[in-house]
């Protein structure tokens, strides 16, 4: 997720600056307080503009909160494609997509909430957002099974979006029970019972590639 570069002392931020500390200053907030709690008036003064200034960059705070949760969902695929480049190892890839997602989601103001445990998910374009972020997640584990398994695309495409909703709300679960549940000892747990089911899965006969 890209940061816009801090204006130097006394100089004022450009459109594109103004932004982005919209933006900060929104992800902060929603993260803090959800939606409904939170008010526009807030946002603009975190980022330090005025209400007009905020308006003129987002028509509403449905605009804006999808402007964030857009940008949270873009890291969460990035995420994800950077653990599944790490390692040429199988466990090793599937380990890092598990800890990377779940440093995330413990790391304060991340945006999990916004996507992962939002009092919006009623909203359609923010469940719509939702289920484009586990399709491309499980689109990016599928493509490296595709090269190593003798199975057809929809069935890397199935086994990627399994395994995706099984970090999601295990690390989902754990958000809402940290006080109780030790972040090591359910990653141990969730990487094994993953790990296991998916080395368990019979080979098919003739690997596809996603452009078939």
């Not at 503009?49 to 028509?59: G, I, M, N, Q, T």
């Not at 999808?66 to 599944?84: F, K, P």
Request: hydrophobic share 45%.
């Amino acid at each position: 997720m890209s940061i816009p570069p801090t204006p130097a002392p006394g100089a004022r931020p450009g459109r594109q600056e103004r932004r982005g500390m919209v933006l900060d200053a929104a992800l902060e907030a929603f993260s803090e307080d959800g939606y409904h709690a939170t008010a526009m008036d807030d946002i603009a003064e975190r980022a330090g503009v005025s209400k007009p200034v905020l308006y003129r960059h987002f028509e509403s705070k449905l605009d804006l909160y999808l402007a964030v949760a857009r940008r949270v969902a873009d890291e969460v695929v990035e995420m994800t494609e950077r653990a599944l480049a790490s390692s040429e190892n199988n466990e090793a890839r599937m380990t890092a997509c598990l800890t990377n997602f779940f440093t995330f989601v413990e790391r304060p103001a991340s945006g999990f909430s916004l996507l992962f445990a939002s009092d919006m998910l009623s909203e359609p374009a923010v469940a719509t957002l939702l289920d484009e972020t586990r399709q491309a997640c499980g689109e990016a584990m599928a493509r490296r099974m595709s090269t190593e398994m003798a199975l057809p695309w929809d069935e890397c495409v199935l086994l990627g979006i399994t395994m995706v909703g099984i970090a999601q709300n295990s690390a989902l679960y754990w958000y809402q029970h940290q006080h109780r549940l030790p972040r090591e000892r359910v990653l141990s747990l969730v990487t094994t019972v993953t790990w296991t089911g998916l080395v368990s899965v019979p080979p098919g006969v003739g690997a596809a590639s996603a452009e078939d």
